[in-house]
């Protein structure tokens, strides 16, 4: 059945959907952690279609919120009409995302709320120019592609923005690798200044950047560093947006958001995936002054439908009322602490990275900083055979990324582990 799903799969969808694995698999059921292939088997689910299954499968809160919404016979009434779920969810989002005065605009995507930063920031400063970070990822639509700095995720040439780019915090390579941990906040200010000088007119619309680079591989730069950045775009009257499509709702175990360990408050925040727990649920937050900006008539059909976001609703009060972000951090340190200990000897291995259950691994040819992606495949199909799901990323190709959902138990995190230190080792070995 799966053969036949797989070649119907490839004679109706478009080749540059890529599917994962030599074998692709198709899930047919989930509980907790766990999710059921077509071919009844078991795995462990440390990527969480792409960290969005935030709370894991078959939650009965989230299923009884849910139905509860369809049992009123209302699916949709688009925004045109008073929407009390929204509302509820809208106040919850302000009073989290700590930015004073809070407007919230919901979306479907992580794509779309990017997009509605960058229209919301054009448009309150009246220029199309825009900061963005390289190995950063955005979205798929064309402003989003045009702030991504990764060329295997821009599918195409033209943008209707005029970027400029900063370095990222990269620790294994790039120029700011070379420097101490302590200088490289100083030089990426440097650089900050140095781009404001030479690659625009002075009226930038706004930064956007991610805390934690998700697609690029959990490439996280020093803590502090949006603060120091934001000294000099205040200078300007720069806005600062903070992508927390993955870093958001407490993932990262030290704080909520990602941007809260850098010490700032960014202008507008955008948020997706966990908040919907796989129901199509995103947007951006922001001051009301910036929010209020769009000069005409805008809003999304079915961003913030009744059922996504009675889903929303409910994902925030089960992560509030369970302290999943003090979990994420708990069991976070099991895995990171394990894997790194587990790895320490292998020359292949460049970085442990990340916080609380966002946390990656970085492969390289022995002995160098030149990436394997080989390798790095090697360990994915491994995890996969040993009943591991997990994630690749990586400007590259050549980094393992995991996400598990933040109701993972310690029994979990240390089975997790042993099955992915079991395929890291064969894959080596097997070089």
């Not at 900061?131 to 989003?144: P, T």
């Not at 030089?187 to 706004?206: F, I, K, M, N």
């Not at 929303?312 to 976070?332: F, K, M, P, T």
């Amino acid at each position: 059945m799966t053969d036949d799903l797989l070649a119907r799969h490839r004679a109706v969808l478009p080749s540059w959907m890529p599917l994962y694995y030599d074998d692709p698999i198709e899930l047919v059921a989930g509980s907790g952690r766990r999710v059921t292939d077509a071919q009844g088997r078991s795995y462990l689910d440390f990527f969480g279609g792409v960290l969005t299954n935030m709370l894991g499968y078959d939650i009965p809160e989230i299923r009884e919120a849910v139905e509860r919404q369809l049992r009123t016979g209302i699916v949709h009434s688009s925004t045109l009409y008073l929407i009390r779920q929204q509302v509820e969810l809208a106040e919850k989002v302000a009073r989290l995302s700590g930015i004073p005065d809070a407007r919230v605009f919901f979306t479907n995507s992580g794509t779309e709320a990017n997009e509605a930063a960058l229209l919301v920031a054009t448009n309150h400063r009246r220029s199309h120019q825009i900061l963005a970070v390289r190995n950063s990822y955005h979205g798929r639509s064309y402003a989003a592609m045009g702030v991504t700095g990764n060329r295997n995720w821009t599918a195409s040439a033209l943008n209707p923005l005029q970027v400029a780019w900063l370095h990222s915090g990269e620790r294994v390579r790039g120029l700011l690798a070379r420097l101490d941990e302590a200088d490289r906040i100083d030089a990426a200010v440097e650089d900050l200044r140095e781009v404001l000088a030479t690659q625009t007119s002075g009226d930038v619309a706004c930064l956007i950047a991610e805390p934690i680079q998700g697609v690029g591989g959990f490439v996280a730069p020093p803590d502090g560093l949006f603060a120091a950045w934001k000294k000099v775009l205040d200078e300007h009257g720069i806005l600062l947006v903070s992508d927390e499509v993955q870093t958001g709702w407490g993932r990262t175990g030290e704080h909520f958001w990602g941007y809260q360990a850098h010490g700032v408050t960014p202008d507008l925040l955008t948020f997706a995936k966990g908040v919907g727990n796989g129901f199509a649920l995103a947007g951006v937050v922001g001051r009301a002054e910036v929010l209020e900006s769009v000069p005409a008539i805008s809003f999304s059909t079915f961003g913030g439908n009744p059922v996504s976001a009675a889903a929303g609703n409910a994902v925030l009060d089960y992560l509030r009322d369970h302290d999943l972000q003090a979990n994420a951090a708990r069991v976070g340190a099991i895995l990171a602490d394990g894997l790194r200990a587990a790895v320490a000897d292998l020359d292949q291995v460049a970085e442990v990275r990340g916080k609380g259950l966002m946390l990656a691994v970085e492969f390289v040819r022995p002995g160098t900083t030149e990436p394997d992606a080989a390798l790095t495949g090697r360990v994915f199909e491994a995890c996969r055979a040993g009943g591991l799901l997990v994630g690749k990323g990586g400007l590259y190709g050549n980094v393992v990324r995991m996400g598990p959902p933040l109701t993972l138990t310690e029994e979990e995190a240390r089975e997790g582990l042993a099955i992915l230190v079991d395929a890291i080792h064969s894959a080596v070995s097997a070089s």
